[in-house]
């Protein structure tokens, strides 16, 4: 899985406040993230918050006999592709969820929507889960992306081409192999403990 563009598009709005004398800003990212998703077996995250965060919307560019494999309570559940559908169209995946993928073929998925910004949250379970950054961003996993690394933890990311996970373990403070996961990757996390992610982010700073 390979990520080829990142674009943000702030758009500004400007109100006047006669009686405070002052102005009001708002502002709203939007922008794309194209991720090359290669044949066979790849980790995959959705980096913004589309008009419809759906399986069957986010990868309606997906050939026929892909299948997507999302993990919870302990097992995966299987979403095959077939004659141009998912079998599970509505299936979520919001930014900060992430999913296996077996491709029958390489192709690009092209996540077009809203940067999540502000103050945010997502819970990672004690034990196996499949986590991915809420933001489209690039960075060493707790020094950038803010993850709640901790004693215990194992970090799990698979690599297409070989077929096998890199392990990145945490223990006495630091890690034995710092990752830092591309914009658009979901990895696998073993957690010692239950602990909430949260970051307060803005695509100004």
Do not use: C
């Not at 940067?115 to 196996?128: D, E, K, T």
């Not at 990757?185 to 700073?205: G, L, P, T």
């Amino acid at each position: 899985m390979r990520t080829k563009a990142l674009l943000l598009t702030a758009a500004f709005a400007a109100a006047g406040v006669a009686a405070a004398s002052a102005q009001v800003y708002s502002v709203n990212a939007v922008g794309y993230v194209n991720v090359s998703v290669p044949k066979g077996f790849s980790m995959i995250a959705n980096p913004l918050k589309a008009s419809a965060n759906t399986v069957g919307a986010l990868l309606a560019s997906a050939p026929d006999g892909t299948t997507v494999y999302k993990f919870s309570g302990g097992k995966f559940g299987v979403n095959t592709k077939d004659f141009g559908e998912f079998a599970n169209g509505a299936e979520t995946m919001n930014p900060g969820e992430g999913a296996f993928i077996e491709a029958s073929s390489a192709f690009t998925v092209t996540f077009v929507g809203e940067v999540p910004q502000g103050a945010l949250s997502q819970n990672i379970p004690a034990g196996f889960s499949i986590q991915a950054s809420q933001v489209p961003q690039k960075g060493q996993l707790d020094t950038v992306l803010k993850f709640p690394a901790a004693d215990g933890d194992t970090v799990y990311r698979y690599n297409n081409g070989s077929g096998r996970y890199s392990i990145h373990a945490y223990d006495f403070g630091a890690w034995d192999n710092p990752p830092s996961p591309e914009v658009g990757e979901a990895f696998f996390v073993n957690k010692a403990a239950a602990a909430q992610w949260k970051r307060d982010f803005s695509v100004n700073n």
